[in-house]
């Protein structure tokens, strides 16, 4: 393996390798094959920049779908979480606050510790579970104690003032609980697991109307009413909503369980809420809902309810995916067309922590 940085081919979300995806869905193995070969013609980052959906983990997450993940991409991937588990102890450490990237699911330890759950064997599974469930634990920042997850630096990139929780699947809390709970449910446990799922559950529970919260929010005796805002997959309530039903199913609470199913219901069934999804996209349109959908329905013990919603996203995906500008995974063609189909064989969807 070759430890280099390259352009976005190798990139699961809108490069070659989302495009792979697709075909190896589709059993069109000889496609996917070109694609890869694009996707690693310049080498395969094991870089900082290596996670989930750029270079070797992402790399290792398509090949095993179609059971072609070899020794020595594994072992790159290792060296990868080895290397971001180090830089997270040396910050914990230094008892500075985290950032996103150290953590969330696109860049950082839940997406590494989701593609760690899809093996059958994966003796770093345990530290990166463990690192997760001490996001759980509080923290001292800016003369104050937070939590462990806040970081000084805003969604953007750029500093922000007193610095913010974020709560969405793809960047926020909601990711950590996901892969938490999908890990319990899958009988990889660490000790304080437990803990951690009712801990980012409760928070959600109190601030998950917000993309994300700020101090301010802290300071308030109830959270300010969140203004109208899309729901998606990466980000609001629907996304939350499945984190959710996992942590029910996790914590063998049917309460937690029957709200987030609740709550999902409620939002794809309201016109006002529904009219602020502009595109098709997995990310933050039609299909990312459509498969969320689907995955709450199969978990639930009344999966009737949701066939209108899965029927009335079906239909608008159907319509609209083929005016989507790009060709890739997250926002994309390719990932439109995976919602599309009602199987889910190869497992895909534990990219965007659905199973």
């Given at each position: 393996?070759?430890?280099?940085?390259v352009?976005?081919?190798?990139?699961?979300?809108?490069?070659?390798?989302?495009?792979?995806l697709?075909?190896?869905?589709?059993?069109?193995?000889?496609?996917?094959?070109?694609?890869?070969?694009?996707?690693?013609?310049?080498?395969?980052?094991?870089?900082?920049?290596?996670s989930l959906?750029?270079g070797?983990?992402?790399?290792e997450?398509?090949?095993?779908?179609?059971?072609?993940?070899?020794?020595?991409?594994?072992?790159?991937?290792d060296?990868?979480?080895?290397?971001?588990l180090?830089a997270?102890?040396?910050?914990?450490?230094?008892?500075?606050?985290?950032?996103?990237?150290?953590?969330?699911?696109i860049?950082?330890?839940?997406?590494?510790?989701a593609?760690?759950?899809?093996?059958?064997?994966?003796?770093?599974?345990?530290?990166?579970?463990?690192?997760?469930?001490?996001?759980?634990?509080?923290i001292?920042?800016?003369?104050?104690?937070?939590?462990?997850w806040?970081s000084?630096?805003g969604?953007?990139?750029?500093?922000?003032?007193?610095g913010?929780?974020?709560?969405?699947?793809?960047?926020g809390?909601?990711?950590p609980?996901?892969?938490?709970?999908?890990?319990?449910?899958?009988?990889?446990?660490?000790?304080?697991?437990?803990?951690a799922?009712?801990?980012f559950?409760?928070?959600l529970?109190?601030?998950?109307?917000?993309?994300?919260?700020?101090?301010?929010?802290?300071?308030?005796d109830?959270?300010?009413?969140?203004?109208?805002?899309?729901?998606?997959?990466?980000?609001?309530?629907?996304?939350?909503?499945r984190?959710?039903?996992?942590?029910?199913?996790?914590?063998?609470?049917?309460?937690?369980?029957?709200?987030?199913e609740?709550?999902?219901?409620?939002?794809?069934?309201?016109?006002?809420?529904?009219?602020?999804?502009?595109d098709?996209?997995?990310?933050?349109g039609?299909?990312?809902?459509?498969?969320?959908?689907?995955?709450?329905?199969?978990?639930?013990?009344?999966?009737?309810?949701?066939?209108?919603?899965?029927?009335d996203?079906?239909?608008?995906?159907a319509?609209?995916?083929?005016?989507?500008?790009?060709?890739?995974f997250?926002?994309?063609r390719a990932?439109?067309?995976?919602?599309?189909?009602?199987a889910?064989?190869?497992?895909?969807?534990?990219?965007?922590?659905?199973t």
């Amino acid at each position: 393996m070759t430890t280099t940085t390259v352009p976005r081919t190798q990139d699961l979300s809108e490069g070659a390798l989302g495009m792979a995806l697709l075909n190896i869905e589709r059993h069109d193995l000889s496609t996917a094959r070109r694609h890869l070969s694009q996707a690693t013609a310049h080498g395969v980052s094991t870089g900082s920049n290596a996670s989930l959906f750029h270079g070797a983990p992402a790399l290792e997450f398509v090949l095993a779908r179609a059971h072609g993940a070899g020794d020595d991409v594994r072992a790159a991937v290792d060296r990868v979480v080895d290397a971001r588990l180090a830089a997270a102890q040396r910050r914990q450490a230094a008892g500075a606050l985290p950032g996103l990237a150290e953590w969330d699911l696109i860049r950082g330890l839940t997406g590494l510790a989701a593609l760690l759950l899809s093996r059958p064997a994966a003796p770093r599974l345990p530290d990166v579970l463990s690192h997760l469930v001490a996001l759980a634990h509080r923290i001292r920042g800016g003369g104050r104690t937070l939590p462990g997850w806040w970081s000084a630096v805003g969604p953007d990139g750029e500093a922000m003032a007193g610095g913010h929780g974020n709560n969405g699947m793809a960047h926020g809390i909601a990711g950590p609980l996901a892969v938490l709970s999908l890990a319990q449910l899958e009988g990889a446990s660490v000790p304080g697991q437990e803990q951690a799922i009712s801990t980012f559950a409760t928070w959600l529970d109190r601030h998950g109307d917000h993309y994300w919260s700020t101090t301010a929010h802290l300071d308030a005796d109830q959270p300010p009413e969140a203004e109208p805002a899309r729901q998606s997959w990466c980000y609001g309530q629907t996304g939350i909503a499945r984190a959710q039903q996992l942590a029910g199913l996790a914590l063998d609470d049917p309460n937690r369980r029957q709200t987030a199913e609740n709550t999902l219901a409620s939002v794809l069934t309201d016109p006002l809420q529904l009219a602020r999804i502009t595109d098709s996209t997995l990310c933050h349109g039609w299909a990312g809902l459509l498969v969320l959908t689907r995955v709450v329905a199969a978990d639930s013990p009344d999966p009737a309810r949701f066939t209108p919603v899965v029927q009335d996203l079906h239909r608008r995906l159907a319509a609209t995916w083929e005016h989507l500008p790009k060709p890739g995974f997250l926002e994309g063609r390719a990932g439109a067309q995976l919602a599309l189909r009602s199987a889910d064989p190869s497992g895909w969807t534990r990219a965007l922590l659905l199973t």
